[in-house]
């Protein structure tokens, strides 16, 4: 059974920072990369941040790059987000990601290829 548990969100000022964690159980932890998406109303769910498994290799979208950092803790099966200089574009439901595939040598931004979690709101205020 695959779990997800996201925490971390709420209401920050525009420049401020917020740390999401995932916490992971189940058929998880072999999954290739874990990633973090997240889904403004009216929107498609969109790639934020992914990190791979093994070797810790990550990926971001051009948007967060230099402002959010993913990291991730094998041992206690945790992935988290550093957001910092958090702007109102940021805002929405951001989702911990497990890649379904176990062999995946790369980091996927293709939602279909995750499970999710239950999600976490942030919301940035000008």
């Known amino acids: 059974q695959v779990q997800l548990v996201e925490s971390g969100g709420g209401l920050v000022q525009a420049g401020g920072s917020l740390r999401l964690s995932c916490a992971a159980s189940g058929r998880t932890v072999s999954s290739a990369a874990m990633a973090w998406f997240r889904q403004a109303p009216g929107k498609a769910r969109e790639f934020v941040a992914g990190?791979?498994?093994?070797?810790?290799?990550?990926d971001y979208a051009d948007s967060v790059r230099g402002r959010f950092t993913i990291s991730r803790d094998n041992a206690k099966n945790m992935v988290y987000l550093q957001m910092n200089s958090l702007n109102p574009e940021d805002s929405g439901v951001y989702y911990c990601?497990?890649?379904?595939?176990?062999?995946?040598?790369?980091?996927?931004?293709?939602?279909?290829?995750?499970?999710w979690g239950q999600g976490t709101q942030v919301t940035v205020s000008s």
């Open positions: 990601g497990a890649d379904r595939a176990t062999s995946r040598h790369y980091i996927t931004r293709a939602a279909d290829s995750y499970r």
């Open positions: 990190i791979m498994l093994s070797g810790g290799g990550t």
